[in-house]
């Protein structure tokens, strides 16, 4: 099994803490993906500082291809962040690299030589979709709490898995992943947190929960859950026992201060 996944790389800091770890819809995904026992590409761009540096040990360390992970002149991007009540909390945003970030054509055509390629929606990958299709990629994306945004319309019928997270299960967000398969996906799934998951394929609503954990920091849930959620469509299961495997790496993650469940933090100044 060959995954790429294009976009994000960042550093989430914790100035409080004084900690950091990194991070990223697709570093994340990339990690739980090769934990998993697939072989694994990270296409991207990180800073020429001390940030991006340990950006790179740890890709190496988790035996990610990095051969398409560029090094840009600049800062390596970073989300300042915080915890109240265990629940991830979002401060300042410095793009650092990743405003400028593009892919070239011998990016894309290395994504697409892999059975699965994976984006999110802040990846900045997003017009490449239709050529990636195309080319007869397997698609995921991570549209987030994004579901309003015009980039839905605008890229769902080059995606095959979309993913999105919404506070609550209700009648309008069931309706809204049917109409997510309507205009092209194989399945749509939303995660609701604590309340877990639930998935429409074209013919049923499949609905499961989570899986027990003590939490220390939720952040990472969802990047963990799509890992297995699609780790189990690769690997040809149901999608009940695709949510199961979701669950449980989740379940993991949530237990860790960072984004794997075996950790990747150090100190930070």
């Known amino acids: 099994m060959k995954i790429a996944a294009i976009g994000d790389n960042c550093v989430d800091v914790y100035t409080k803490l004084k900690r950091y770890y990194c991070t990223g819809n697709c570093v994340d995904f990339a990690v739980h993906m090769k934990r998993l026992g697939a072989e694994v590409s990270l296409i991207s761009t990180t800073g020429n500082d001390e940030y991006g540096r340990q950006m790179i040990k740890e890709l190496e360390k988790e035996e990610i291809n990095i051969t398409h992970l560029k090094v840009g002149e600049g800062e390596t991007a970073i989300s300042y962040m915080d915890l109240v009540d265990k629940e991830r909390t979002y401060g300042d945003y410095i793009e650092g690299v990743m405003e400028n970030v593009t892919f070239t054509e011998e990016d894309i055509r290395f994504a697409a030589s892999h059975d699965l390629i994976h984006t999110a929606f802040w990846g900045n990958a997003h017009m490449h979709l239709p050529e990636l299709k195309k080319k007869g990629a397997v698609i995921c994306f991570d549209y987030a709490t994004e579901s309003d945004d015009p980039l839905v319309d605008k890229t769902v019928s080059y995606v095959d898995y979309a993913f999105f997270s919404f506070e609550?299960?209700?009648?309008?967000?069931?309706?809204?992943?049917?109409?997510?398969?309507?205009?092209?996906?194989?399945?749509?799934?939303?995660?609701?947190?604590?309340?877990?998951?639930?998935?429409?394929?074209?013919?049923?609503?499949?609905?499961?929960?989570?899986?027990?954990?003590?939490v220390v920091n939720t952040v990472g849930a969802g990047d963990s859950f799509m890992a297995g959620f699609m780790y189990g469509i690769m690997s040809g299961k149901e999608i009940p026992e695709c949510q199961r495997i979701g669950a449980e790496i989740a379940a993991k993650v949530v237990s860790v201060f960072g984004p794997w469940e075996k950790g990747s933090e150090w100190d930070g100044d």
């Open 168 to 214: 609550a299960c209700n009648t309008e967000v069931r309706d809204f992943l049917k109409k997510i398969v309507e205009k092209g996906s194989k399945a749509a799934v939303a995660t609701f947190g604590e309340s877990g998951s639930i998935v429409y394929d074209g013919k049923e609503y499949y609905q499961h929960g989570i899986c027990p954990a003590e």
